[in-house]
């Protein structure tokens, strides 16, 4: 079990900080705020350097997931817990369900041939409920990547998501770290003048992962240029108050 660094903001009273709670707390699905006691406070897990090198380390998680084909096969190990790289024939912790993934992998494979991500097998192990080993739910909460599993903070629906999966991880990191922060990276709030703004919070949240502003920067224009970062429309308010 392992502590988990968060941010936390109080939509009502505006109290805002930072806590840590074991992975498997039942208060990540009961959040009320200390101090006015509103329910529904928002937790932001803080990306993790450590730990997100402990899985690259063990599991090559940055490299598997920037591959851009992963066999049906390679997609049954890595999400049985076992690195191809290191133990190509692997003993699953939980053969049953590594023998579910490699079914199901490769008949869609089979019945809808053509290249899939890491990403995209994830995203089947998912939506058929099938069980897989939590270690790559745990490396993209620490390395800031998707959203990991049930805790509330990462359940911001995703669109334009499948076309997401082919941007460089770190620009994968700012749009879904805008989310993380509640905003729709389409329609950001334009900030007042002189006042910061989302791309100011989330170079906040980002900075603590050692990556540099100029990087930062170029990523975040990139993302603009390309479309997957925009204002809100002036006249429309950008942020809609929630009751
Ligand atoms: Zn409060």
Known sequence: MTDVLFRYH????????????????????????????????ERT????????????ELMHASRWWARSCVEPEQAALLLSGINPNKDPKGTPANPEAHRELLAEFTAIQKTDPRIRTLAQWLDVARTKGIPYDRWIDEWMEAAGIGSGGSKKARAAPVSNESKEKTLPPRQQMILQTIRSLGKEPTALPVPPKGKGGVKAEVWKVLSKSGASKD?????????????????????????PPTT
Do not use: H, V
């Open 215 to 239: 990087t930062f920067d170029n990523d975040w224009q990139a993302l603009r240029d390309g479309d997957y970062i925009a204002d809100a429309p002036a006249n429309e308010p950008a942020d």
């Open 10 to 41: 109080c939509a009502e009273c505006g109290n805002t900080g930072e806590a840590s709670l074991p992975d498997d707390s039942p208060e990540w699905d009961t959040s009320q705020c200390a101090k006015c006691g509103a329910p529904d406070l």
């Open 45 to 56: 897990i803080c990306p993790d350097p450590a730990r997100a090198i402990w899985w690259d």
